[in-house]
């Protein structure tokens, strides 16, 4: 499952909405705290695949010496501009920062990561709104491939609020209709339950946790976590040794991540719409 090729289809598919919609001025706000290299790499090709996109991005930098109160303000003006449209703060923060305080500052329709509570109210309840990228892109995959989940058994391994909580309940939602086990470090007999499941998604932070031992032949895996390794970057699959058993499989990389660059700018499109912009 290719993740690049179907993040370039979201963001041509994107453009053209943009441009026939007459290329209303749709802006993405970045907030980068400290000079942590990797985040400053993904705010830049964020900023790269906005414009591709057709979209307008405001970026902010802080010094990691940047104070609570000094974050706060940066995010606040940005919620009260008319003429951004959605806020990403990238994370994590430098410690010392409060992130839970400067994300309650975002409203739920300028929330394009899906990250706060009031935006997880809304998917919990499923009203309209926001839904985390990583995610949300997992289900781009999924039907980007044709992967059946409707009455289908699903495991989600790892139950974060950042992806393990908000992929359980999309699954599970009317039109995807999955029946969703949450495993972790808690369950019993991890093999076993992955064995049952039609799709495995993997994101417990574990590099190669899930073998083929775990994995049903023929079974859609969806590996989300990442760990840097000797060798690089690896994920939470064994992709070598699933790769023979699965139906459909990302790598990591080129799998997920590309996908959450792609549904940010969707969100960032979706919030453009919550505000009133035709298109």
Known sequence: MDGNQARDEIVASLAATVLAAGSPEICL?????????????????????????????????????ATQSEVEAVVAELAGDPAVHGILVQLPL??????????????PEKDVDGLTERSMGRLVRGRPGLVPCTPLGVMRLLERYQVPTV?????????????????????AQKGADATVTLAHSRTADMVAVCAEADIIVAAAGQAKMITAAHVRPGAAVIDVGISRSEAG???????????????????????????????????????????????
């Open 94 to 107: 430098p410690d010392g920062l409060d992130a839970e305080r400067v994300l309650d500052l975002i409203p």
């Open 151 to 171: 009455g289908r058994r699903a495991v989600v391994v790892g139950r974060s609020t950042l992806v393990g909580l908000p992929m359980a309940l999309l699954l």
């Open 29 to 65: 706000a970045t907030v980068l705290v400290g000079e942590d290299p990797p985040s400053r790499v993904y705010v830049r090709n964020k900023q790269r695949k906005a414009a591709e996109a057709g979209l307008q991005s405001r970026h902010v930098e802080l010094s990691s010496a």
């Open 233 to 279: 970057i690896v994920g939470d699959v064994d992709f070598d040794a699933v790769e023979p058993v699965a139906g459909w499989i990302t790598p990591m990389p080129g799998g997920t991540g590309p996908m959450t660059i792609a549904c940010l700018l969707e969100n960032t499109v979706t919030a453009a719409r919550l505000q009133g912009v035709r298109v």
